[in-house]
């Protein structure tokens, strides 16, 4: 893989002197740097100050611009710093509490002995807990560091940032509170009975990272025991967002869904997830396609248990080879595989009104700019290209449907609602190089958490009272319980009066 690119800031003193900043921007861009941008932070009589951030390809890239700026006459280098370390700086994330304790008034409100008393109601009745803990907006983010990024296994502790990151998304864009969990185990039935054992305090897991085949199989297993949803987002994200994806594609190109014939290509966890969710909305000719070909009974080579109950489940026309032969007349191309793996030539021979899917990052399957002139809708996982098939059109939703209704688990139906609720946001505005929300767009959020709170109050897969009906059932009682003690003071207060008379 190659690197990825970084930013660094150089503080600089400019001599005050008309197209002095010219020169440091050119010497930038002459030695290969990109100038992101320029802050004038101070100025003297002589001197002005400037933080200039660039990208650069690596460290020794950062070093050789360092020393050509040094090197410009009427320019000193200050300082150099790595926005990247910069951001991190401390960690990401953190606890803040919602209301003040000024004095001793407040600590028996919010601890002895006032939370006592919502203990013994929590000890009665623990649905209780979804209105008076953070249980209510509590999202446990939890991996064991064994399939990070592009990265690899490189274990829990060096996943921490990365499961910083995912909070501060689950927060940014969906109001949800996440916290990172770091499971060091590769047993999966150590890990789920770890996860198991910490679950009561959260109202629902997001499994992050986590390598097949073993992610299916905790997964499954948190699924059985647990009774708050369970969703590994490298999964269940990438198939919800694609297929939101993949429901505009279709009206672009003037099919129905239930129509198209796709090629999913990679059958690691996100293209297993994938083809399950296509099916449950009615896809039926899928093709899946990995290193070995199209993964089919028939076939010798690289058949695990899950390849094995794929290759059963589709492939409805039996198809047998390589990736070419499951190409030829296909509607629609998904890849969550690897760098440069479609060749133009398979795609062109794809039916006319080609769909491409081509998410490996940061290089995915075929370049944009080799296949854009020969399909009708092309996506990728990039940020820099239209159509980005990005995981956080997802999950901040889906948890925010979640949480709001107290969900019991997730299921199929409410993935799909998702993923409709996502395609709808663009539908006024469809274009081939518009089938996805961009994952900025501050209203998919609202809409996809109304969409699976919905459809997991008609499934019936919410806790008795659940998030608006228990506030509304709690607040009812506690008005019933004030009416009560009104009119039983003022019964007494009656009976005083007629005692007196």
Not at 15 to 40: F, K, P, S, Y
Not at 336 to 356: A, C, F, H
Request: negative net charge; aromatic residues 4%.
């Amino acid at each position: 893989m190659p690197p990825l690119p970084q930013r660094i800031t150089f503080r600089l003193a400019v001599r005050n002197r008309r197209g002095m900043l010219g020169e440091v921007t050119t010497a930038i861009d002459g030695h290969g740097g990109v100038v992101h941008a320029v802050q004038r932070t101070g100025e003297l009589r002589h001197v002005i100050f400037h933080d200039v951030s660039v990208d650069v390809q690596d460290d020794v890239h950062g070093d050789e611009l360092a020393v050509a700026l040094s090197e410009l006459d009427g320019v000193e280098l200050l300082a150099i710093s790595d926005d990247v370390l910069a951001s991190h700086e401390g960690g990401k994330i953190r606890v803040q509490t919602t209301r003040e304790v000024t004095g001793t008034a407040d600590l028996a409100l919010v601890y002895t002995p006032g939370v006592a008393r919502v203990s013994r109601m929590i000890a009665e009745d623990p649905t209780v807990a979804y209105r008076f803990t953070i249980r209510s907006n509590s999202v446990a983010v939890i991996t064991d560091g064994s399939a990070v990024l592009g990265l690899g296994d490189i274990g829990p502790l060096a996943a921490l940032p990365v499961m910083e990151g995912k909070a501060m998304l689950f927060k940014s864009f969906g109001a949800v509170d996440a916290y990172p969990i770091l499971v060091d185990e590769q047993d999966p039935d150590t890990f789920v009975d770890t996860v198991a054992r910490i679950a009561s305090g959260f109202g629902g897991i997001n499994l992050e990272d986590i390598a097949a085949p073993r992610c299916f199989e905790i997964e499954g297993k948190l699924r059985q025991r647990l009774d708050i949803p369970v969703f590994h987002d490298d999964q269940h994200g990438t198939a919800i967002v694609v297929l939101a994806a993949l429901i505009n594609a279709a009206r672009v190109v003037g099919r129905d869904l239930t129509s198209l014939s796709v090629v999913v290509q990679g059958i690691g966890a996100a293209g297993v997830a994938i083809i399950d969710l296509l099916q449950a909305a009615g896809v039926e000719d899928i093709v899946p396609v990995d290193i070995d070909g199209i993964v089919e009974p028939r076939r010798k080579a690289g058949l695990d248990p899950i390849r094995r109950r794929i290759a059963r489940r589709t492939n409805p026309r039996q198809l047998s080879g390589g990736a070419e032969v499951a190409l030829a007349g296909a509607d629609v191309f998904i890849g969550v595989s690897g760098p440069n793996s479609l060749p133009l030539e398979w795609v062109q021979t794809m039916s006319e009104d080609r769909i491409v899917f081509a998410m490996a990052n940061p290089e995915p399957e075929i370049h944009p700019d080799v296949a854009r002139d020969h399909v009708r809708v092309m996506a990728t996982g990039r940020s820099d290209f239209p159509n980005q098939i990005n995981n956080v059109l997802a999950f901040p939703g889906v948890f925010r449907g979640l949480l709001d209704c107290a969900a019991t688990k997730i299921t199929d139906e409410m993935k799909i609602a998702a993923a409709e609720g996502i395609a709808s946001i663009v539908a006024d505005d469809l274009a081939p190089d518009y089938v996805i929300p961009s994952p900025f767009d501050r209203s998919v959020v609202p809409v996809v958490a109304e969409a699976v709170a919905h459809t997991a109050r008609t499934q019936g897969h919410v806790r008795p009272g659940s998030a608006g009906s228990l506030a509304s059932e709690t607040e009812a009682a506690m008005q019933t319980a004030a009416r009560r003690a009104v009119q039983r003071a003022v019964a007494r207060r009656f009976s005083e009066d007629a005692q007196e008379a």
